[in-house]
Structure formats: C-alpha cells, structure tokens
C-alpha cells in the first residue's frame, strides 16, 4: 500500500442514498478515498456520477453520511472543475472574465486585485492558454475551454480537487497538461476524486477506482478492477447473457475490443 503525506482530506461516503422525484439515483453507496490519493470513479451513463459528487460538494439532499477529515483543524480548499462547460458560444465573455467570475471572492465592481491577475497568468499558461486571455470563450475550441475549467481549479491552491470528466474534450497535448496537473497534485498530498471515462487514462493514473451504477460495482485498484473477464462478468450477473456484453462493450469499448 502506497503511503501519502497528505494535506487533503479523507473522504468516506457512508450509506448514501439519493432519490429525486420518483427515481433512485443512488442506492446505499459506501466507498471511501483515502488523503492524498487519485481516486477515479468510473460507470456507465446516467450512473449517478455527477449527482455523488453533487451531493459531496453540498448540492444535493441525500440520505446517509458523507464525511471529509481534513489533516489539519480548519477545513482546505476544495476546487470542483464541473462537467462540459455549456457556455452559450455567443457569450461576450473572456477567457480572463471567466476566469475572474470563477475565482475572485471580491464583488465584481472592484475589479481583479493585481494578486489574483498574477496567479490568473499563472494557471492560463500552466494549461497553455497564456496567449489567449482575451478571447471571447465562444472562440475556443472545446479542448482550450476545457482547460480553463482546469485552469480555475488551481486558484486558490486547492487541498481537494473533485473533477467531473476533465478529459472529454482534450487533445493529446491536452491531455498531457491534465497528467502534469495529477502528478503535481499527487506530489503535494492533495486529495483527488476523479470522474473519467476514458479507462486508460484511470488504469495508468489513478491510485483507486470505485464503479457506479447506481449502486457500488466494484472498488479497488485499477490493474485489479478493470480487466476485461471482470468487467463482463460484473455485467453478465445482472442480465441475460448479450446485454451484458452490450453494456460492457458500451461502457468499456477499448478494453473489450480484444475479448469480441
Ligand atoms: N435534477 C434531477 N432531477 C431528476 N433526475 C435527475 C436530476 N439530475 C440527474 N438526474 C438523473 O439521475 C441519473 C444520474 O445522473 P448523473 O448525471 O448523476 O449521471 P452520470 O453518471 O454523471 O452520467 P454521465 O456519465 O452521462 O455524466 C440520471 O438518470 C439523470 O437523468
Ligand atoms: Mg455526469
């Protein structure tokens, strides 16, 4: 077992349920990340992935308990880097106004402080986007919005970073720039809970993966959790035979390629 000198909190998730109007997105989830760790949390569409991370982050009423342990006596900073930002294209927005709205706590009339004008160049250009402060956000590329939801998670420096599918629109390049993020954060004991599609991605960088649909599928280390013959089988005990590989292939396409 790796040992992590954290500064970001453990997390447990005890018993949580959640229901929205007559639906159960969430039966009796208990999982738990330990401090400093990556932990990826995979499953299939409309698992109730975003709705955990939801509910962790105070949106959501549930049932059951949800604890953070901070190392220290005060609680951290948490930064959240939210699912594929819908900004309307035709909005009149720089990537510097976002990027201001998102991590200024002072009203907006006063304008940025010159600190956080530094530490906004700062977090553009660790992303690459320094050349591009003044875009309007509707002329970016998915990939390059994509790394300004990234960009805003660095400031202040967080001690829990709870991301929701960062990697859906990057590019290779991109995806590099995510990579150094983990390893930085990693290196720095924060705490990482990570949605991610892209099982590859989970498998070479993630401490821990916890599958979800709707309730617990499994929980482990990745190169234990995500081998082909596991994942069939996990699908193939809750249905007939060529659902279950369907539902496989749909949610792992990569990794089942070689077992069709
Ligand atoms: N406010 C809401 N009211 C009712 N149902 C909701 C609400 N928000 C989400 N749901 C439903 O909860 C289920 C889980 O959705 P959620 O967005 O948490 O899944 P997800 O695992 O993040 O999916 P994806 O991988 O597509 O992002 C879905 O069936 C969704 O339609
Ligand atoms: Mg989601």
Do not use: C
């Amino acid at each position: 077992m790796t040992s992590f000198s954290a500064t970001g909190p453990a997390l447990a998730f005890d018993a949580v349920s959640l229901t929205l109007g007559r639906t159960d997105i969430l039966q009796n989830v208990s999982f738990a990340v330990a401090p400093g760790s990556v932990h990826a949390l995979v499953g299939p569409n409309g698992g109730g992935k975003t709705s955990l991370v939801r509910t962790l982050l105070g949106q959501t009423p549930h049932n059951g308990t949800l604890s953070l342990r901070w190392p220290g006596s005060e609680a951290g900073v948490i930064a959240y880097v939210p699912q594929a930002l819908d900004f309307d294209r035709g909005l009149p927005m720089t990537v510097d106004d976002v990027m201001a709205a998102m991590t200024q706590r002072r009203p907006a009339f006063l304008g940025l402080s010159p600190r956080r004008a530094r530490e906004i160049g700062e977090a553009l250009a660790r992303v690459g986007l320094k050349d591009k402060r003044r875009r309007r956000m509707g002329a970016l590329s998915g990939g390059e919005r994509q790394r300004v939801l990234l960009a805003q998670a660095l400031i202040p420096r967080p001690d829990l970073v709870v991301l929701d599918e960062p990697m859906s629109a990057l590019d290779e390049p991109g995806a590099r720039i995510f990579a150094d993020l983990l390893a930085s954060w990693r290196a720095s004991g924060t705490t990482v809970l990570w949605i991610e599609h892209d099982l590859a991605a989970v498998t070479r960088w993630a401490d821990r993966v916890t599958g979800l649909n709707r309730h617990i599928l499994f929980d482990g280390r990745p190169a234990d959790m995500l081998t082909p013959e596991r994942l069939l089988g996990l699908f193939s005990s809750q249905a007939a035979p060529a659902a279950a590989v369907k539902a496989a292939r749909d949610l792992y396409p990569d990794l089942l390629e070689e077992v069709q």
